[in-house]
């Protein structure tokens, strides 16, 4: 009986240890978290609230914030994991397949890409911008070329060149001549001109005709003179005389007087309707990008966002702690955890050890069992048993 009193004892004293070592941890753990708010009875504030963590919140967000910018995102991990030969390969990649995609092969025509800007109106006004430029150096000429004598509108080397061409259009002028009086066509000519000179002469033509014998032998005679005057070197200097004189005279003729026939107006029309059929504006923006340039694909791909894409990452390399510290990342974690209900941040943490917490309280309970054993001993032996 006194030993079931003992066993009963300890057992009572173990039972208590577990339950109070148990509660204590159990109520230990609840106690970081609860209560959310601080409580009071009045005007006065109840010991233990709000709990730990909920007390100490902005601590724990500027410390977790500084954990992370100091420990998490840092420079080092940022250039280990995303500035890398194959995350820069990766970007190039994606970049030039959104502008294959987007731009260089898109069915999109330069028209679409223009209304697209807000820039739709854009074809006319070049093609108004363009009939203005063309009117003005039309008008601009037409004044410069009507304006002056021909010597002082007509370019010195053209005059140097029509005098140096003088001799030789005399010498086309007399070569064809000879070639005319001497031809079949010459004498035919020259037949007509004599009968006709004759005939209207009357009596005196019949005489004459007489005197000289057939108007045959009359043509061949008026032909071979006219051969000789031809042929003769005079004639020559006669003829270039006579068309450097009428050169001299053109020379000195105002060039308002010399183009008071031409008609401006439908030439400058002419040519403004050629301009505008060669720009042909609105039809060539009426085809994509791939039309005018099939191989621009293949020529960004090799030349031009290999290059960005570096550019870019060196960039980014270069600024990155900087950007960092620009960017403070310590700040937003404290402002995002800071504005987290403090159930979140209890469901957060229990999510992540639950288990251990439920270990800790069933360790409470154990070692608290194991003080009760301890204390039950210690009682029956100081009270003799």
């Given amino acids: 009986m006194k030993q079931l009193k003992i066993v009963l004892t300890i057992l009572f004293m ?3 240890g577990a339950l109070i070592g148990g509660v204590t941890n159990h109520l230990a ?4 978290f609860r209560p959310h708010e601080a409580k009071y009875i009045g005007k006065t504030r109840l010991p ?4 730990l963590i909920p007390k100490r919140r902005n601590e724990l967000a500027t410390q977790l914030g500084k954990t992370v910018t100091n420990y998490l995102l840092t420079p080092d991990l940022f250039r280990k994991k995303m500035l890398t030969p194959g995350m820069e390969k990766r970007v190039e990649t994606f970049i030039q397949s959104k502008m294959d995609q987007y731009i260089l092969q898109s069915d999109k025509t330069l028209n679409d890409w223009l209304k697209l800007a807000g ?3 854009l074809p006319d006004q070049v093609e108004d911008k363009l009939v203005t430029l063309i009117d003005q150096q039309l008008y601009e ?8 004598t021909v010597e002082e509108v007509m370019p010195l080397r053209w005059q140097q060149q029509i005098e140096e061409k003088i001799p030789l259009a ?4 007399l070569r064809r001549a000879s070639q005319f009086v001497d031809s079949a066509e010459g004498r035919q000519t020259f037949q007509k001109l004599i009968d006709d000179f004759l005939a209207s002469k009357g009596t005196f033509g019949g005489m004459l005709n007489m005197f000289f014998g057939e108007s045959e032998s009359l043509v061949g005679k008026v032909q071979r ?26 020379q000195q003729q105002p060039m308002e007087q010399l183009t008071s026939g031409f008609d401006f107006d439908s030439v400058f029309a002419s040519v403004r309707k050629y301009a505008l059929n060669q720009l042909a504006l609105h039809e060539r923006l009426d085809h994509s990008l791939l039309h005018y340039w099939p191989q621009g694909s293949t020529w960004t791909a090799e030349k031009v966002t290999p290059q960005i894409v570096s550019f870019l990452f060196a960039q980014a390399e270069a600024q990155l702690e900087q950007s960092l510290k620009k960017l403070k990342l310590d700040e937003m974690v404290k402002e995002q955890v800071d504005t987290f209900p403090v159930a979140v941040l209890e469901d957060l943490v229990l999510g992540i050890s639950r288990r251990e917490f439920k270990m800790i309280t069933v360790l409470g309970a154990f070692l608290g069992g194991i003080i009760g054993i301890v204390q039950g001993i210690i009682a029956l032996t100081l009270n003799g048993l």
Avoid: H
């Fill in 48 to 51: 233990f609230t709000p709990g």
């Fill in 29 to 32: 753990i609840k106690m970081l």
């Fill in 225 to 250: 003179e006219a051969l000789r005057f031809i042929e003769a070197p005079g004639t020559k200097d006669l003829l270039d005389q006579l068309i450097w004189k009428e050169w001299q005279n053109v």
């Fill in 119 to 121: 820039a739709d109106k």
């Fill in 170 to 173: 005399s010498d086309f002028v």
């Fill in 141 to 148: 000429m037409k004044a410069k070329v009507t304006t002056g």
């Fill in 14 to 16: 173990a039972f208590i």
